[in-house]
């Protein structure tokens, strides 16, 4: 997922970049096509955009709903476009969609980069904690040095920066599941997500609200005539009632949302405020990323470590073992390498948590590492396959035992036919380790998604994490080459 | 020293051995000969267990061996194993060892002799086989007929009571046999058994005190090895051996 979105947002920095302007007005352009494009990612869940599972899939949510009743007012028909959502606000820009309406959040970051409308909805950030913990109260700073489960990019995530160590999420559900296991000592989302996932677990309290903030419909900056259509539009069906009917029928509607329906110009001011104009990549972004770039290495290497010894075991018990422990191993490698490595790193990080639970970082080490084995274990098995059986049977002949005949003879020779394809599959590890951002831990690849948003371009972030991996995976591949040719020679 | 009794081994519906008795004696230099299939590796490779067979026993010393490969005879297998050498064919030494290094790996290893002490005894097994300015190659880097001397000091350093060669010198270049079957010829005279599957006639007629001919499984004839080669009895012995050819 982490991996899709860093390429679809180094494509996107390659394309903005040529800059690909309508030459037509946005108002204009959407009444010509007839139809208002909106962008969103029904993985976003209930209530917003989702599919009604009891409806064969239809889309449903209130964003759904708005997006209808402003499309009318447009006069126009509403379509909706699929899109990752951390990638919402580049896909925008690159014209794939007409405008972004997915608990998009008025942040500086995102101010300074899209027009936003009057908003359709106020949240506020909703604190919650482990009924049982009283140290987490209703105030910031109370978060101080704790560790803070929010969405990645998130407007928690801002008001959390440089308080508390943010634990970054991709997902709603997950922050709730490692808060009740004590990985974090607080939450701080949406309420809307907090009502929804957190507040449901018994073991978890609401602490409070922290600060309000709006879901707003973004829009490309030379749309100006666009947002303006639909700042008008959201006004009419505030003042109609209609947007108070859509909130309340999907059960969102609260006191909060009466200031939606008195809108000035001094709301739109203060909600917007000053827009920051992006941090300018730094030294301050490169040290970063070379923590993220060790984390990478480190994660690598002690994946690696794992995956060597366990994938030898797993070889020598399929070849040699006793039946059903050969069998066993041969299930083990077919299981691990035909499932997703995503997949294994959410059962073992949440879908294990009440058994085992394990902090991020020996979850990934763990998961990477036992996901590894089984493709180091056919390395193995045909390197020891390709040594001739003569070497085995002399061995056997001059009284080895079949372990130390092993030991001694086959797999040192073995070893040396498979080095240059364990080197590959480390330089394919490496790269590989950026999934465990899953599980919250930030490596190299998470770091640059972060810094990108952070910086609003993913050009030099990109090319920096590229760049970063290039030095890493560069060495080890000359190093199997080198070692490829010694043994071609020998 | 070596009793087989009613030997029987099948490969699906071909019988490669078809109920083998022998003995060989402490001391004896025992060719086994016959055309190619006849059973004679087959044989050899049973008397050490790396090949199972089906009926009738093996016993070397106090150990027996029977039908049901290693998981049966595990125990008697590592001992026999200990007791009687192997020299194949093919060499087969170790690729990542040097010439020493194969020749003290299982002294070292499975007898748990001192490392010093065992260098020393190889270095000594290595002159004898006349390769000592040879122990620090590897196996990729020496001839044919070094490689093979350098598998008999290997399987004679765990001091074998009895060595089993398959077809020695078969691999090897023709200018390369003479130096393998010098050496096999001092090991004779200095009293080893030996059990040579082999098809060097001149060898076997020289060296070997009996040669046993195998054919389809059978042992078709028997006898001093003088005899045997000189004068066979029986018809696919002569016909083997190109005697009826004028």
């Not at chain 2, 300015?133 to 350093?157: D, F, T």
Request: overall charge positive.
């Amino acid at each position: 997922m982490n991996r899709i979105c860093w390429v679809v947002g180094l494509a996107l920095a390659v394309l903005s970049c040529h800059g690909q302007t309508p030459t037509q007005s946005g108002l204009a352009r959407v009444r010509a096509a007839g139809v208002l494009r909106w962008g969103g990612d029904i993985q976003g869940g209930e209530p917003y955009v989702y599919q009604d599972s009891e409806h064969g899939g239809r889309l449903t949510g209130f964003e759904v709903d708005l997006a209808n009743a402003l499309a009318r007012e447009l006069g126009v028909r509403a379509q909706f476009v699929q899109s990752d959502w951390s990638a919402l606000i580049p896909t925008l820009e690159r014209g794939t969609f007409d405008i972004a309406m997915n608990g998009v959040e008025v942040t500086p970051q995102r101010v300074g980069r899209v027009r936003f409308t009057r908003p359709y909805y106020i949240f506020g950030t909703r604190l919650m904690a482990r009924r049982d913990d009283t140290r987490i109260q209703p105030t910031i700073t109370s978060l101080r040095g704790r560790r803070v489960g929010t969405l990645s990019n998130s407007f928690s995530s801002e008001l959390l920066r440089g308080v508390a160590e943010i634990v970054p999420y991709e997902g709603v559900e997950e922050p709730y599941i490692d808060l009740v296991q004590g990985r974090t000592d607080a939450v701080l989302l949406d309420d809307i997500i907090a009502t929804r996932y957190g507040e449901p677990k018994p073991e978890l309290r609401v602490v409070g609200d922290l600060a309000d903030g709006f879901y707003s419909i973004a829009v490309r900056p030379v749309d100006g005539d666009l947002q303006q259509a639909l700042d008008h539009a959201i006004e009419r069906i505030s003042a109609s009632g209609e947007l108070e009917r859509i909130l309340r029928s999907r059960n969102v509607w609260n006191d909060r949302q009466r200031r939606l329906l008195t809108w000035t110009e001094d709301d739109r001011r203060r909600m917007l405020g000053t827009a920051s104009t992006g941090q300018r990549f730094g030294w301050s972004h490169v040290v970063l990323f070379a923590k993220g770039a060790v984390v990478t290495m480190l994660l690598s290497a002690l994946a690696m470590a794992l995956a060597i010894p366990l994938g030898l075991g797993l070889a020598v018990t399929r070849l040699y073992g006793p039946r059903a422990l050969s069998r066993l191993a041969g299930a083990y490698v077919e299981l691990y390498r035909g499932t997703p490595v995503l997949l294994q790193l959410y059962v073992l990080y949440y879908g294990l948590a009440p058994i085992v639970k394990l902090d991020a970082i020996p979850a990934a080490v763990l998961g990477l590492g036992m996901n590894y084995a089984a493709y180091e274990a056919e390395v193995y098995r045909a390197g020891i396959q390709a040594v001739p059986r003569g070497q085995m049977e002399a061995a056997l002949s001059l009284g080895m035992s079949l372990p130390l005949a092993l030991r001694r003879v086959v797999l040192p020779q073995a070893f040396r036919l498979a080095i240059p394809s364990v080197t590959n599959d480390f330089i394919a590890l490496l790269k590989d380790s950026s999934l465990v951002s899953v599980i919250t831990v930030v490596e190299l690849t998470k770091q640059m998604t972060i810094t990108a948003v952070d910086i609003r371009g993913w050009a030099l972030p990109g090319a920096l994490c590229a760049l970063m991996y290039f030095l890493m995976s560069y060495p080890l591949s000359l190093w199997a080459q080198r070692l490829e040719a010694r043994l071609a020679r020998s | 020293m070596i009793e087989v009794h009613e030997l029987r081994k099948i490969y699906g519906e071909r019988t490669v051995l078809g109920g083998i008795t022998a003995s060989f004696a402490k001391g004896q230099v025992v060719a086994l000969v016959g055309p190619s299939g006849g059973g004679k590796s087959t044989l050899l490779r049973c008397l050490n267990g790396l090949e199972s067979f089906d009926g009738g026993q093996v016993t070397l010393g106090g150990d027996v061996l029977l039908p049901g490969g290693a998981k049966i005879n595990r125990a008697a297998l590592q001992r026999v194993r200990q007791r009687v050498g192997m020299v194949f064919q093919q060499w087969n030494l170790f690729a990542h060892r040097t010439a020493l290094g194969n020749v003290i790996e299982a002294p070292v290893h499975v007898k748990g002799i001192p490392l010093a002490q065992a260098t020393e005894r190889g270095r000594a097994l290595l002159a004898r086989v006349g390769l000592s300015h040879r122990e620090g190659a590897y196996p990729h880097e020496m001839s044919g007929g070094e490689q093979q001397r350098v598998a008999i000091a290997r399987a004679l350093a765990m001091d074998p009571e009895a060595l089993l060669l398959d077809e020695p010198t078969s691999a090897l270049d023709p200018e390369r046999v003479g130096e393998v079957l010098d050496v096999l010829g001092a090991l004779a005279a200095d009293g080893l058994t030996m059990l040579v599957v082999t098809h060097e006639m001149r060898f076997a007629r020289e060296v070997s005190h009996r040669t046993l001919v195998l054919h389809g499984g059978q042992i078709i004839e028997e006898g001093p090895s003088k005899q045997v080669i000189d004068d066979p009895k029986h018809e696919r012995t002569r016909a083997f051996l190109g005697l009826d050819r004028k």
